[in-house]
């Protein structure tokens, strides 16, 4: 039962927006990631969900990867100040970043006081950042803010 409680929570929380800003970068992209690969391999993902139905990349994604959740803070004004954390996890493919990271939520410590604000999964272009995740190109990723106390 939990289990499924987290998969529909993680679900829901894909499909709701932060009050931070999106990525450009969509926008420039060609559609086909193979083509985006080969043609910019300096750009740091080729891919995400809901990409193509039209989803920009949410601003903390590429904040987190270029400096940690402090990083995140400080490129969105939604979570300046604020508590965050930002759990990943990751596979060969999508679904395998997505399993790997319900288990982790499922089996990792408890995330008490925290509420999921956001879950996205991204694929990786460049080998520095793929190296980070034992070589995987997939990467799901969940942001959670500590609930304040009233």
Known sequence: MRNILLIIILLSAAVLST???????SSSLP???K???????????????YRGFGRELP?????????????????CSAYEGK?????????????????ALVEKLTNGPSHAGYVLTES?????????EKALYSGDAYVSLCLYVKQQKP
């Open 19 to 25: 009050s931070c800003a999106t990525a450009s970068v």
């Open 31 to 33: 559609s086909d990631a």
């Open 35 to 49: 083509t985006q690969t080969a043609d910019a391999p300096d750009l740091l993902f080729s891919d995400w969900e």
């Open 59 to 75: 601003g903390w994604v590429s904040a987190f990867f270029e400096g940690g959740t402090d990083a995140v803070r400080a490129a």
């Open 83 to 99: 508590d965050i954390l930002v759990i990943s996890a990751s596979g060969g493919n999508a679904d395998q970043a997505d399993s």
């Open 120 to 128: 996205i999964w991204v694929r990786l272009n460049r080998e520095k």
